[in-house]
């Protein structure tokens, strides 16, 4: 298992394989997976100064997309369970997402609660679109946020 996940990681580091590796990572980063993507987009951008914003949009989608899929697992998840079970503090935090509704979503780009808040939004079934549009205007922030405050903290030939 270990030959395999290097040789993979090699074969992702081609970089005529940047954009994509940035979309699985960025993908795979917002499920329910404990992954980063921003050293994906930065170290591609850092090789790549002309790749800036097709690295921010890919990671955009890759990212956004990756919410998606955790919205359909908390459905399913809903599915499976009648009721949610847990403390009052987990009460309390579903009655938050439930009044602020789809605009939760907006923070979905947060770390260690913004994965798990796109799939309480698919448990609450809130509308899946407006969801994905609230990820996608969070994340993209995101991406040229990190991105630009990284390439300012760390200077190079990069201009934008």
């Not at 270990?2 to 990681?9: A, D, K, N, T, V």
């Not at 097709?54 to 990671?59: C, E, F, Q, S, T």
């Not at 908390?74 to 439930?98: F, I, M, N, P």
């Not at 947060?110 to 994905?132: E, H, I, K």
Request: glycine content about 10%; charged content about 10%; hydrophobic content about 55%.
């Amino acid at each position: 298992m270990e030959i395999w996940m290097h040789q993979l990681l090699q074969w992702l580091a081609l970089p005529q394989f940047g954009l994509s590796t940035v979309f699985v990572v960025s993908f795979i980063s917002a499920t329910l997976l404990p992954l980063g993507s921003e050293p994906a987009v930065f170290g591609l951008i850092k090789l790549n100064p002309e790749l800036f914003w097709p690295a921010i949009l890919v990671a955009t989608v890759g990212n956004t997309l990756g919410g998606a899929t955790s919205w359909w697992m908390g459905l399913g998840a809903h599915k499976a369970v009648d009721k949610a079970r847990g403390s009052a503090t987990e009460l309390r935090a579903l009655r938050w997402l439930q009044r602020l509704g789809p605009k939760a979503c907006l923070l979905s780009w947060l770390p260690g609660v913004g994965d798990p808040l796109c799939a309480m939004a698919g448990w609450l079934r809130l509308p899946f679109w407006r969801c994905v549009l609230y990820m996608a205007i969070g994340k993209l922030a995101r991406y040229v946020t990190m991105t630009t405050a990284l390439l300012y903290l760390m200077p190079g030939t990069v201009h934008l």
